[in-house]
C-alpha cells in the first residue's frame, strides 16, 4: 500500500524513512522533488541538481514516461521508475461546450471530485478556473458549488495537476512563449482559496516558475469571498492579482448572499483590501458582482458601489447570474444590468458585463459543483480493510 507524501509542510520525519512506493512525482514543488530524491537513495548534495533535471522534463515538457528523460543516467532513470510514477489524476468525465469552454472532473481519490474549466479567449489568450477545495463551507445562497458540503482541502500538487490536465489536452506541451492557448489563471472554482492557503501558495509557486509551466504572476487571480484577515498575506506571499465576490453593497444583503459577511463585514474587508501589497492602476483589485434580479441591480445600489470602491484601484465585473437547478434566483434583465453598469462607467471605473460561457455544460460562474460526499471515519476505516483484503495484504 502506497503513502502519500505531505510536502505542503515541512516533514516530520526524515525524508529517507518514507515508503516511496508509487509516489506520484507530477505536481511536486521543487523542495519535494528534492526531498523525493534524498529519500530515493541520491546524494543529498546531489539531489537538488537531479530534482532540476525531474523539474524541467515534468514541467517543461510534461513527460509522464521517465525513460524519455534522456539527459537523466539509465541508472537513475531505471531507479525511478521502480520507486515513483509520473501520473495526471483520473478524468471522471470532460465536456465541451458549445462556445469552445472545456470542464473536467478529475478525481482524487474515493469520494473525492474537484471541477476545474478552460474558457478560451479570456485574458491574454485562455484562461483556467481552477479549484483549491473539494466543496467549500461558504454557503453562498447563488452559487451551486455553496451547496456542497466541504470535503477537504487540496493539496498543491492536486491544484498544480488541474492545471497539467488543462495542459494535456490543449497540446501545450513543452512550454512555449509564443501562441500559447492558456495564459492566465484564476482561483475561482471550487473552494475558498484563502481557507487553503499554504497549499494555494505553495501550487502558485509551481505554476509560475520560469523554468517550468512559467505563467506570469500578474496573470494568476486569486478570488475570496472575503476572509479578510488572509488577504494581504495572499499578496505579500504570491504577487497574484486579487479578486473579491462581492455581489452587495451593504452588510445586511450581503450577509444573506454571502454568509461570511458575518464574520468579516464590508469595513473589514475593505480595511484588509487597502493593505494588499503594491494595488495601483496597473494592479487593480477585481471585484466580482453576480446580477441579481429584483435584489441587487437597482441604481442605487450601483451608486452606492461607487462609494464603496472610493480610494481603492479597481474593476467591477458585472455578472450575469448563470442558473443551476434548485436555484431560487433569476439574471436581471439585459437592459438593467447595462444601466447599472453606465453608473460605474460614469465614475471613472471599468465594468465590463462578463459574457456567460459554459453554461450549457453548468461551467459558468457559480455553476460548479461535483458529486463528491465527505466520507465517515469509520466508512473509511471499512472501505481500507475491504481494499486491504481484496488485494491479499
Known sequence: MSVELDLSRKPAVAAATLNLAGQNLAGLGREGL???MIAAGVEEKKARMRATQLWRWIY?????????????????????????????????????????????????????????????????????????????TLTCTFCHTGTQKLVR?????????????????????????EDRLLTNIVFMGMGEPLYNLDNVVEAIETITDGEGISISKRRITVSTAGVAPKIPELGARTGAMLAISLHATND????????????????????????????????????EYVMLKGVNDSLAEARDLVRLMKHVPAKINLIPFNPWPGTKYECSDWETIEAFAEVLNRAGYASP????????ILAACGQLRSESVKEKASEALKRRLAEKEASGQ
Not at 64 to 72: G, I, L, N, P
Not at 153 to 163: G, K, P, T
Not at 353 to 360: A, L, N, S, V
Open 34 to 36: 528534492r526531498l523525493a
Open 60 to 136: 517543461h515538457y510534461g513527460v509522464t514516461d521517465f525513460a524519455k528523460m534522456t539527459d537523466v543516467a539509465k541508472e537513475l532513470r531505471a531507479l525511478l521508475g521502480d520507486k515513483f510514477v509520473l501520473e495526471r489524476p483520473p478524468i471522471s468525465a470532460s465536456q465541451l461546450s458549445v462556445d469552445g469552454t472545456r470542464k473536467w472532473l478529475v478525481g482524487y481519490g474515493p469520494n473525492v471530485e474537484a471541477e476545474c474549466v478552460y474558457i478560451p479567449d479570456v485574458g491574454k489568450a485562455g484562461a483556467l478556473c481552477v479549484s483549491s477545495q473539494v466543496g467549500c
Open 153 to 177: 482541502n487540496l493539496s498543491a500538487a492536486e491544484i498544480v495537476n488541474q492545471v497539467m490536465v488543462a495542459r494535456d489536452t490543449l497540446g501545450e506541451w513543452p512550454t512555449s512563449t
Open 252 to 287: 445586511d444583503l450581503r450577509n444573506e448572499l454571502v454568509p461570511i459577511n458575518k464574520k468579516y463585514n464590508l469595513k473589514e474587508l475593505f480595511d484588509a483590501i487597502r493593505q494588499y501589497p503594491d494595488l495601483s492602476n496597473s494592479k487593480r483589485v477585481t471585484f
Open 353 to 360: 458585463i462578463r459574457t456567460p460561457r459554459g453554461r450549457d
